[in-house]
């Protein structure tokens, strides 16, 4: 490769690992400055919450099979090019359509990781692994054979899970639950619609007694079918998740507020430091390179 073409790119790069540094330390600025807040007592809006995780359904990780709560997972093959290899991602896939709970001393509510900045610490990874049951059924479906490829190619495996029990922070938005009027209004019509069919009751709503339910007397049972599921109180009302404009960061990690923090001072020193040394040097040795330098 060309000097210039690799300074340029060295230039190119500490730009971007600065940009980088930047947001991460916007990021690490706004979890500092966002108090962690009890499920019980949260507000709407966003909220940053630390507890345990717990299942919403009941889930098996694709490669290994095991239970969890949550799941990611990539696999890669090595493709060789010349005297060049490199890993490709072939199949990938996650549990976000699942959802799962963060519980606390005070309660639990729903989380829908749609769209999250996952941080979670890598929990197997294998390359040409004898394959399981489960490996197996993933490959399947991915229509990746799982048979012949074990002389033939190399290929790699990583999945990341949630597990029950397992320590949860989430920094999101809390909002109603997306489809929960749509559900009120469900159950309203169901029950309007059993008491049609219920003559006995039907009967009962007639006040004046004269043989039919009007206008008035029907507007009083569906008034008190409105309240009826009022009072129900439908589950998971609220949601942490990502922002409806997308501009609010949303975080899900399996580790501590105090690593999450930790991970986020060191992205930030790394990109804004390590970027900007970057950057200048590779301009620098760039103008020099064409007898520009001394001009600044």
């Not at 922070?169 to 809390?174: E, I, K, P, R, W």
């Not at 029950?191 to 219920?198: G, H, M, P, V, W």
């Amino acid at each position: 490769m060309d000097a210039s073409v690799a300074m340029l790119a060295g230039a190119s790069a500490g730009l971007f690992s600065f940009l980088h540094g930047f947001r991460a330390w916007r990021r690490l600025r706004l979890i500092e400055d966002t108090p962690t807040a009890k499920v019980r007592s949260m507000a709407l809006g966003r909220v940053e919450l630390e507890g345990r995780a717990e299942a919403r359904s009941e889930l098996e990780a694709p490669l290994t099979g095991l239970p969890c709560v949550f799941f990611r997972y990539e696999i890669e093959e090595e493709r060789r090019s010349g005297r060049h290899r490199r890993w490709t991602t072939i199949a990938r896939g996650d549990s976000n359509a699942q959802g799962f709970y963060l519980a606390d001393e005070t309660g639990r509510v729903l989380v829908d990781p749609t769209g999250a900045e996952l941080a979670l610490d890598c929990d197997w990874s294998a390359t040409n692994p004898s394959v399981g049951p489960a490996l197996a059924h993933t490959l399947a479906r991915h229509d990746l054979a799982s048979e012949g490829w074990l002389f033939s190619k190399r290929r790699r495996f990583r999945e990341w899970r949630i597990a029950a029990g397992d320590p949860l922070y989430v920094l999101g938005v809390a909002q109603a639950r997306p489809g929960l009027a749509e559900e009120r209004r469900e159950k309203i019509t169901e029950r309007l619609a059993t008491l049609k069919s219920d003559p006995e009751a039907l009967a009962a709503l007639d006040a004046d007694g004269d043989g039919r339910v009007d206008g008035d007397e029907w507007e009083v049972a569906r008034r008190r079918a409105v309240e009826a599921v009022d009072r129900e109180r439908a589950p998971d009302r609220v949601v942490v998740a990502a922002a409806p404009d997308r501009e609010s960061p949303f975080l899900v990690s399996d580790r501590p507020e105090a690593r999450v923090l930790s991970r986020h001072r060191l992205e930030a020193f790394a990109g804004v430091f390590g970027g900007a040394v970057l950057a200048l040097a590779c301009g620098a040795l760039l103008l020099d390179r064409f007898g520009r330098l001394g001009r600044f």
